[in-house]
């Protein structure tokens, strides 16, 4: 069985704050970072306030002060689960998305949506039991668990509109179809059946989810092109190697 990793392991060093406000950002990033820790490890129901501020080395207070409740804790873990440690920021003003834009072709785009889609669906995997538990009792998680799924697909619609705008898709393929096969292949849940109950690497998870878009959105030519071997459109990214060993590409 694959293991994902520990979604907080990297986690940058934080620099010393100045002034209240950098001192309040800084420890409401501690506090979530710790939150993201034990989420994954424990669970929603084991993992309490108190858990959290020894983590994180500050009062239980100040964890209330912060975040008011539990379900307010874990969602600000989900945000820094979805963009990397230490990054809040709405997504579509992440770098990488800007990279998917900025792609030269379709091939290209795709393959840094799977590369970098996949990171996060790595990061969030080992806190999908915690979200499951905590929306099925808590309507607030639940709602923002579901402002961020539309969230991801709202931003799969544009990157696709982008493709439709430049001639990329295949004949007959819209916007909003190819959103859709891009949400049902390249999601959290696809990923831990092939990396959990299949025990595929992530790695071939990439290559697999790849080479089915390519197929799927572009044209035979352009696909063709984006899963030959050397491709321009997989240069630097992880899944090359597995990308040439599937046995159907």
Known sequence: MAHVNDPAAEAPRITRPRGRRD?????RQRIAESALRL?????YAATTMDSIAHDAGVAVQTVYFTFHTKAEVLIEAIKIAGGGPGTTADVMSRAWVQEVFA???????????????????????????????AASVDPGVDEAWNDIVRGRREGMRQMTQAMEDRGELRRGLGAARAADIMSAVNRHDVY??????CGWSVEEYKAWAYATLARQLLSDSEANTALAAGSPATAGMSFGTALLNLPVR
């Open 39 to 43: 989420f994954s490890a424990n669970g």
């Open 192 to 197: 831990l059946a092939f990396t959990v109950e």
């Open 23 to 27: 001192r309040a950002r800084v420890t």
């Open 103 to 133: 792609a030269p072709d379709g091939g290209r785009r795709v393959a840094v949506i799977v590369e970098q889609g996949t990171e996060i669906y790595r990061r969030l995997a080992p806190m999908v039991r915690a979200i499951s538990a």
